[in-house]
C-alpha cells in the first residue's frame, strides 16, 4: 500500500510502475499454481485415505467370507433344490442355475448309461465281459468326477447367491430360508462390504484419473513436488523484488521531508525495524557466544579427560619400565661378564680325567 502512493513521487516515477507490474505478474502466477497444488494434495490425500479405508474393507470382507465359507455349499443345494421346483422364484437369477442344470442332466444321463450297462445281457466271450467291465469303470470315473464337480459348483452357487440375491421377501418355511436364516447378519454385512469396496475402487480410479491429467496438463512427473518447488522459486523471486524495491524506496525517502505521512510512517517503522534488528543481531552474537562457550568448555572438559587418562598410563608404563630395569640388573649380576663365564668354562674342558677313565 505503502508503495503504490508513491508511483508519482520523485525518482520513483520512471522504476516503480514497471516493478510492481513484475510484483503483481509472480503474485498471480503463484496464486495459480497454489491453487493446482491445493487441488493435487487433496488428491493425494482422497487417494490415501481411499486406500487406507480399501485395506481395512478388504480385511473385513475376508472374515465375513471365512464365517460363510462352511455355508455356501449348503445354501447353494438347498437353492438349486427349490429352483427344480419353483423356478418362478428365482426368475431374475435364473443364468446362475444353467451351470448346474447342465452339469445335473449330464450326471442323470451317466447314470442312466451306466445302468443300462449294468442291466444288459453279459457277453459270454471274455473279451466282451473284460469290455463291458471297462466301460463300467469309465462311466464310474466320469460319474465321480461330476459329482464333485457338482459341490464345487453348488459352493459357487450359493457365493453367487449371497452376492446378489434378496432373501429378505422370502417364505420362512423352505430349506433355503432355514439354511439363511443363522447366517443372514453376515450376508448382508457382506453385500455391504462388497458394495463399498467397489464404491472405493470407482472413487480411487476417478481420482487417479484426475491426478493423471493434471500431470499431463502440466507436462511433468511429480507435478506436486515440482510445483512446491516452482511456488517458493516464485516466492524467493517476489521477496527479492519486494527488498529491491524497499531498500530503494527507503534510500531515495528516509530523509525527504516532503514524503506523505503515510510514506513517513513506512519510514520511520522501517527505520525502528533497522535499530531492533541491530539490536537483536548483537543479542543473537551474545547467546551464540554463550553456547559456543560451553561448546569450547565441553571440549576442553574432554581433552583434560584424555590427558589425565595419557598420564595415568605413562606412569604405569614407567613403573613397568623400572621393574624391568631391576630384573635386567639382577640378571646381570647374576651373570657376571662374557669373559669371567669363558675362563670358568674354560677350567672345566681342562681338568684331570679320573682313574680309569681313557682318554679318546
Not at 574432554?302 to 595419557?310: G, K
Request: hydrophobic fraction near 35%.
Amino acid at each position: 500500500d505503502a508503495l503504490s502512493t508513491t508511483k508519482s513521487e520523485g525518482a520513483w516515477k520512471e522504476t516503480l510502475g514497471e516493478k510492481l507490474s513484475s510484483i503483481r505478474q509472480i503474485r498471480a502466477e503463484i496464486r495459480e499454481k497454489n491453487k493446482t497444488l491445493d487441488r493435487l494434495r487433496e488428491l493425494e490425500r482422497g487417494l490415501k485415505e481411499s486406500g487406507d479405508e480399501q485395506r481395512s474393507v478388504s480385511s473385513q470382507l475376508e472374515q465375513l467370507r471365512t464365517v460363510m465359507e462352511e455355508h455356501y455349499e449348503g445354501i447353494g443345494a438347498a437353492a438349486f433344490e427349490l429352483y427344480r421346483q419353483s423356478p418362478a422364484l428365482f426368475r431374475d437369477i435364473t443364468e446362475l442355475f444353467d451351470d448346474m442344470e447342465q452339469l445335473e442332466s449330464g450326471i442323470a444321463e451317466k447314470e442312466r448309461e451306466l445302468q443300462r450297462l449294468e442291466s444288459s445281457a453279459g457277453p459270454g466271450s471274455f473279451i466282451g465281459k473284460t469290455l463291458k467291465r471297462g466301460k463300467g469303470i469309465v462311466l464310474r470315473g466320469n460319474l465321480k468326477t461330476r459329482e464333485m464337480q457338482r459341490n464345487r459348483r453348488l459352493k459357487r452357487l450359493g457365493e453367487q447367491l449371497c452376492e446378489s440375491a434378496d432373501f429378505q421377501g422370502m417364505q420362512s418355511d423352505t430349506v433355503l430360508s432355514r439354511r439363511i436364516a443363522p447366517v443372514s447378519e453376515t450376508i448382508e454385512s457382506l453385500k455391504f462390504a462388497r458394495k463399498r469396496m467397489s464404491e472405493l475402487e470407482l472413487e480411487s480410479e476417478r481420482l487417479a484419473d484426475e491426478r493423471l491429467e493434471m500431470e499431463r496438463s502440466a507436462g511433468i512427473r511429480n507435478p506436486l513436488k515440482n510445483l512446491e518447488h516452482a511456488v517458493r522459486r516464485l516466492e524467493n523471486e517476489l521477496q527479492e523484488y519486494l527488498g529491491v524495491i524497499g531498500m530503494d524506496f527507503y534510500s531515495t525517502c528516509k530523509n525527504d521531508e516532503t514524503v506523505s505521512a503515510r510514506v513517513s510512517r513506512t519510514v520511520a517503522a522501517i527505520k525502528r525495524n533497522e535499530d531492533e534488528t541491530k539490536h537483536y543481531k548483537q543479542l543473537l552474537e551474545r547467546v551464540e557466544a554463550g553456547l559456543e562457550i560451553k561448546q569450547l568448555q565441553k571440549r576442553k572438559d574432554n581433552l583434560d579427560n584424555e590427558l589425565a587418562a595419557m598420564k595415568a598410563r605413562i606412569k604405569e608404563l614407567e613403573e613397568s619400565r623400572a621393574v624391568l630395569d631391576r630384573d635386567i640388573a639382577e640378571k646381570e649380576k647374576l651373570f657376571g661378564d662374557l669373559e669371567s663365564l669363558q675362563i670358568e668354562e674354560a677350567k672345566l674342558t681342562a681338568a684331570p680325567a679320573e682313574p680309569g677313565e681313557k682318554e679318546s
